[in-house]
């Protein structure tokens, strides 16, 4: 049964990324950031060769949940916007509780990275896939003239709960440099 619903998840993501290419022409790299299931931060740094960097735009806890506004940047290129909202009673261990806020409120550490540094076992369930539309604001932070860019939503799941929402913009286009090497 557990097989049947994975598959039936990645058909219906692979089914959205083709519909949404038919009306919005992807480019290969933003069809793999808008379906992983894995972690953004790791797919940009491998495509952009450098550190995912964290610039906080706005942040804020309100209820005992945190609203997280960031670029994530590589090489000082701006890369994706995200929003996150991550409810902190929905972390059962206090200990833990306390040191992912502690890492989200003091650095600009990506969520891939936080996850990776407390070995959490997680998945993220894809909730949205389409194309936003890029005001100034957003043009001026990923410094970007599309005024149309892929976009999804998604939720971490940690031990059945919703750990984290997170919506990101993606702004790749124009900004992945081709390798000429020629291999012999």
Do not use: W
Request: aromatic share 8%; net charge positive; glycine share 4%.
């Amino acid at each position: 049964m557990q097989k049947t619903k994975l598959r039936l998840i990645f058909m219906i993501i692979y089914k959205e990324i083709a519909k949404l290419n038919k009306t919005f022409p992807l480019l290969n790299e933003e069809k793999i950031l808008l379906g992983t299931d894995g972690s953004v931060t790791n797919i940009l740094e491998i495509l952009f060769e450098g550190e995912c960097r964290v610039e906080t735009i706005n942040q804020k806890i309100v209820a005992n949940t945190n609203y997280r506004e960031v670029i994530l940047k590589v090489n000082n290129i701006p890369l994706v916007y995200a929003v996150s909202k991550t409810p902190f009673k929905n972390i059962e261990e206090e200990n833990l509780r306390e040191e992912i806020k502690r890492d989200l409120l003091s650095a600009d550490i990506p969520i891939g990275k936080i996850i990776r540094k407390h070995n959490l076992e997680t998945r993220r369930e894809i909730k949205y896939i389409g194309i936003a539309e890029i005001d100034d604001y957003l043009k001026s932070l990923l410094k970007t003239n599309y005024s149309r860019l892929p976009k999804r939503t998604y939720n971490i799941i940690y031990k059945n709960k919703v750990l984290m929402e997170i919506t990101e913009i993606f702004a790749v286009r124009g900004k992945l440099v081709k390798n000429t090497y020629s291999i012999d």
